[in-house]
């Protein structure tokens, strides 16, 4: 199974500032990763696919890179709805999911 | 619009089953994978398995091999998924969603159902 190891767990930010999330893959996953935003009690919401594409709908902020073992998602500019659990996903051998990286209000 | 919706929460004893179902509207239901995954409380998402609608085919994680069976009735735009011999563990938030792709079930999940909680309790 491919494990995938996000950093941080909670990461603090200020409204306004860039925030980076990491994923790491255990083994290449090619580009084949998307990364889901999730609010309590809510199902995850699909954020970026194939590494660096945009769903359908997502802002320019949001915006996702990297390729094999090493991937990031930057949101540019904070705004208070974007704080929420982010999960990265590998899709390249079955699926598998990060343990979540937490983003809060600093 | 593109959705998925679920139907309600249910509390099992061990070892009943569950099936939970998930309505599919606003597109071509047979044209796209379907795919299982939960969250236990406090946790991370966990894949469970795939159907085509199109074929019937399946696929599951290997953990739910043998107590996972995911169905679909195609002329009512539904999915099913049932849980056997269920324990503790089972305990989650159960979610359907669709796969981006029409033409792979190897992609990302682009449109969730709302969650079914399943609470296994004695």
């Known amino acids: 199974e491919i494990v995938m190891t996000q950093s941080p767990a909670t990461l603090s930010v200020s409204p306004g500032e860039r925030a980076t999330l990491s994923c790491r893959a255990s083994?290449?996953?090619?580009?084949?990763l998307a990364w889901y935003q999730q609010k309590p009690g809510q199902a995850p919401r699909l954020l970026i696919y194939g590494a660096s594409t945009r769903a359908t709908g997502i802002p320019a902020r949001f915006s996702g890179s990297g390729s094999g073992t090493e991937f990031t998602l930057t949101i540019s500019s904070l705004q208070s709805e974007d704080f929420a659990l982010y999960y990265c996903?590998?899709?390249?051998?079955?699926?598998?999911f990060g343990q979540g990286t937490k983003v809060e209000i600093k | 619009q593109v959705q998925l919706v679920q139907s309600g929460a249910e509390v099992k004893k061990p070892g009943a089953s569950v099936k939970v179902s998930c309505l599919a509207s606003g597109y071509t239901f047979a044209a796209y994978y379907m795919h299982w995954v939960r969250q236990a409380p406090g946790q991370g998402l966990e894949w469970m398995g795939w159907?085509?609608?199109?074929?019937?085919?399946?696929t599951y994680a290997q953990k739910f091999q043998g107590r996972v069976t995911m169905t679909r009735d195609t002329s009512i735009t539904t999915a099913y998924m049932e849980l056997s011999r269920l324990d503790s563990d089972d305990t989650a938030v159960y979610y359907c969603a669709r796969g981006l792709s029409s033409v792979t079930p190897w992609a990302a999940f682009d449109i969730w159902g709302q969650g079914t909680v399943i609470t296994v309790s004695s």
């Open positions: 083994q290449s996953v090619s580009n084949n």
């Open positions: 996903q590998q899709y390249n051998i079955w699926w598998t």
């Open positions: 159907i085509d609608p199109n074929r019937g085919v399946t």
